[in-house]
């Protein structure tokens, strides 16, 4: 069976609102996070039953992005990514969204696009998922050497 590379994922959709898409090409490395999700076979690549899987990822996001993109803009801003990231159960400070727009707004607009977004909730649930696994009376709390450290975040990027 024939497997698809990341490759032409490149031109989906990088913003989407309501009413319209811009068709920027898609993050390379949001295409690469979403692939390597779904390539049980960890070819760098997804079969047509894993793409379904994909399509399905992607959809489900654009709902929820159009969800919290409340202005219909296209892009998620500083507001809305804390509207959404409060209703998916963190509780960030402001200071810390500053942050995540800086990161992944790549456009250095103060928001971000559709793809961006997706990244930014891929990265964050993996940094939670690896925290957590050290927080083991779960306050919130950890207590990592440097090398520790070092290896939960090479475990993410």
């Keep these: 069976m024939r497997r698809l590379s990341s490759a032409p994922f490149w031109s989906l959709p990088g913003s989407c609102s309501s009413f319209s898409c811009t068709w920027t090409p898609f993050n390379p490395v949001t295409v690469r996070s979403i692939i390597s999700m779904f390539d049980r076979e960890k070819k760098g690549g997804v079969n047509f039953n894993e ?5 399905k990822y992607i959809t489900d996001w654009q709902n929820i992005f159009r969800t ?5 803009s296209g892009f998620i801003d500083k507001n809305e990514l804390k509207q959404a990231l409060t209703g998916f159960g963190y509780r960030l400070s402001d200071q810390f969204y500053n942050t995540l ?4 707004d790549r456009q250095k607009r103060g928001q971000v696009a559709f793809d961006d977004f997706i990244q930014c909730c891929i990265v964050l649930q993996r940094l939670t998922d690896v925290f957590r696994r050290y927080d083991t009376d779960q306050d919130g709390w ?4 440097y090398e520790q450290y070092l290896s ?3 475990n993410v990027v």
């Excluded at 793409?51 to 399509?55: K, T």
């Excluded at 919290?68 to 219909?72: A, E």
């Excluded at 727009?101 to 992944?104: C, D, S």
């Design 51 to 55: 793409f379904a899987g994909v399509w």
């Design 142 to 145: 950890i207590q990592v050497s």
């Design 152 to 154: 939960m975040v090479f």
């Design 101 to 104: 727009i800086e990161k992944f």
């Design 68 to 72: 919290y993109d409340r202005d219909n």
